[in-house]
């Protein structure tokens, strides 16, 4: 059973940093994807970022040059540095990882930009 747990939420003012954390454990097998999803309230959950377990990248549009994914595969743990933060990117960011067909989910981490 693989479990994941996000760390590194919170309020910051807009034009602030965050970094996520997400640490996965368990039977991982290769090749895999980690990634950030956030869900705003009233809306539908959406893709933020994914990195695959040889290094490639994925963005969505809307945090292309302000967000960025990376992971440490020895210590099975991705990380979502968020910078230029501004109002709408506000919601629950949820870890993802695809292993073996299967997903698995954190439990969110609250991110509030608000002056």
């Known amino acids: 059973q ?5 760390s590194g939420g919170g309020l910051v ?3 602030g940093s965050l970094r996520l ?10 090749p895999n994807v980690m990634g950030w ?7 539908q959950r959406e893709l933020v970022a994914t990195v695959t377990s040889g290094g490639s990248t994925n963005y969505a549009d ?3 040059g302000r967000f960025t994914i990376s992971r440490d595969t020895a210590k099975a ?4 540095q968020m910078d230029s933060l501004n109002p709408e990117d506000t919601a629950v960011y949820y870890c993802n990882l695809v ?4 997903n698995y989910w954190g439990q969110g981490t609250q991110v509030t930009v608000s002056s």
């Open 2 to 6: 693989v479990q994941l747990v996000e």
């Open 13 to 15: 003012q807009p034009g």
């Open 21 to 30: 954390s997400c640490a996965a454990s368990g039977i991982i097998f290769r």
């Open 37 to 43: 999803y956030r869900q705003a309230p009233g809306k």
């Open 62 to 64: 809307s945090v292309k």
């Open 77 to 80: 743990t991705a990380y979502l």
């Open 99 to 102: 292993t073996n067909r299967v």
